[in-house]
């Protein structure tokens, strides 16, 4: 059984900063790609930004010159570094991984930001 097990949300002030991290329980080089995804109430889950098992990275124009994700491949985590937080990023952060056919997701963890 995969888990993906996040950590690292909480309140911020506006401006401010907060890594995410993203434990997989397995093997982390079986993943095609991992990513970081957030949803607000009522709103669909939006794709934050990804790295592909082949080094390609991809982010939202939202985020761009201001999130980036990273992978350390000896400890399995995947991380999501947020810089200059504003309010509209806050949301309920979700870490992605696929492998083969098969979606996994993580829990989630809530992202504040606010004054």
């Known amino acids: 059984q995969v888990q993906l097990v996040e950590s690292g949300g909480g309140l911020v002030q506006p401006g401010g900063s907060l890594r995410l991290s993203c434990a997989f329980s397995g093997s982390i080089f079986s993943f095609h790609a991992a990513a970081w995804f957030r949803q607000t109430p009522g709103k669909q889950r939006d794709l934050v930004a990804q790295?592909?098992?082949?080094?390609?990275?991809h982010y939202d124009d939202s985020v761009k010159g201001r999130f980036a994700i990273s992978r350390d491949d000896a400890k399995n985590t995947v991380y999501l570094q947020m810089n200059s937080l504003k309010p509209e990023d806050t949301a309920v952060y979700y870490c992605?991984?696929?492998?083969?056919?098969?979606?996994?997701w993580g829990q989630g963890t809530q992202v504040t930001v606010a004054s």
């Open positions: 992605y991984g696929k492998r083969d056919s098969w979606d996994y």
């Open positions: 790295v592909t098992s082949g080094g390609t990275f």
